[in-house]
């Protein structure tokens, strides 16, 4: 009797050649709808699954494959002579070969105004029904759900007349990751749709888009995995156009560098190093924006990561050039800027889509055990309701200062302190146990630039003496969240030495 396999794929890439190669190997083809149109139009003998199952298709296809006919003869052992004896009293024959993949969901619900019908329509009962039922029997029938492993199978079954069993087994492995994955868009859209916050299950899923050398260390091992649905202002998304792959500590320190500009809409230059900015400048120009930027800390910047927010033009890629920088990202690059920046070899290039708006996601944490989820810090001056907490207005320029400030120290671990004047950050002090520490590391560096300038903080001030600091290193305005129970020592601090405070009624912790 000959083996039989079963075809049904929503993705028709390669699977017409596949069938040829299979009929030649002396495979009976099984298959259904579109696929079995297909094939028989590029001469491949078919069965249909009517023809198998005694039934037609009905329910406008949602139910053709769902048989005894076709189920039982993916499940039997055939080395179990009881399945054996059952199958003959049935009539069944063993199913030896699944090639399945799919309806398009995932494509389907990223259409512009897709309907709930048309998503629900697009959920496949019968795919993932045939691929589960034959992925479990894995010890006697291989399941193929992936083009990409054709070539391997087909070349197994030349070589021995069978798929090798590490190989099915790793088959079966793929398919249920793949249902997995599947069933997790579905639930994520179902869930979103009927307006559950708090499920009682959370599902996730990611694509793995590359392996890395290693991971924070040389000593650990690591990967990279994209959200199939997630934003397309990401690294995971990113265009490189020259240097070495990226690393696990290039891609996190890139995605910093990624969520700091994104709060600026003037060009602007921001500089990272371990996931904290190091600079951030704005300008009139990029090159400008830039300048004030590597300004800001040139020690700092050196083996560090620039996003610039415009596209990086001749002069501005020069003044790139200099320095020793891991990775650049810009929407684009002019032709002039590239040569100069791809003649040194290593450089990383990035484009991503600065006019595509960010999505807003979900950020996760694992800690030993389980994770964290919670929505993304996406609240901006434009949210918050600034209240002027002491005597003093600020000036027109202390305003730009300290929005600067806020946008930059959002981004800051905590307890974070950033000073700022009205186009560039001058000192930050970062992921300190106590915010004085962080004020007094931001002062440190601004240096005698801290005269006249603002300062931004992530949180309140439990007390009075951060102000304090602040006012010996000449600070003029302040900008924080406000709500301590001793908020008015600090106001009475501040006005004693003249400062203007912001209050802005949200903090920004960063852990």
Known sequence: MKKRALISVSDKSGVVEFA???EELGYEILSTGGTKRILKENGVEVIGVEDVTGFPEILEGRVKTLHPNIHGGLLAKRDDENHQLQLEEQGIQGIDLVCVNLYPFQQTIVKPNVSVEEAIENIDIGGPTMLRAAAKNHQYVTVVVDALDYEEVLAQLKASGEVLGEKRRKLAAKVFRHTAAYDAYIADYMTKISGEENPERFTVTYELKQSLRYGENPHQKAEFYRQPLGSEFSVATARQLHGKELSYNNINDANAALQIIKEFTEPTAVAVKHMNPC?????????????????????????????????VDEETAKKLHKIFLEIVIAPAFTEEALEILTSKKNIRLLTVPFETEAAIERKLSTVEGGLLVQDDD????????????????PTEEEWAALKLGWKVVKHVKSNAIVVTDDKMTLGVGAGQMNRVGAAKIAFE???E???GSAMASDAFFPMDDT??????AGITAIIQPGGSIRDEDSIKKADEHGITMVFTGIRHFKH
């Not at 102000?467 to 010996?472: F, H, L, N, Q, W």
């Open 445 to 447: 560096q601004a240096g």
């Open 378 to 393: 996406t609240y901006s001056l434009e949210d918050a309701d600034l209240r002027v907490a002491t005597k003093r207005e």
């Open 20 to 22: 040829k190669e299979l």
């Open 449 to 451: 630039k801290a005269k």
């Open 467 to 472: 102000v304090e600091a602040a006012a010996k």
């Open 279 to 311: 600079g951030v400048g704005v300008g009139e120009s990029i090159e400008e924006a830039f300048s004030k930027a590597y300004e800001a800390d040139s020690t700092s910047i050196f083996g560090g990561i620039v996003a610039l927010n415009r596209v």
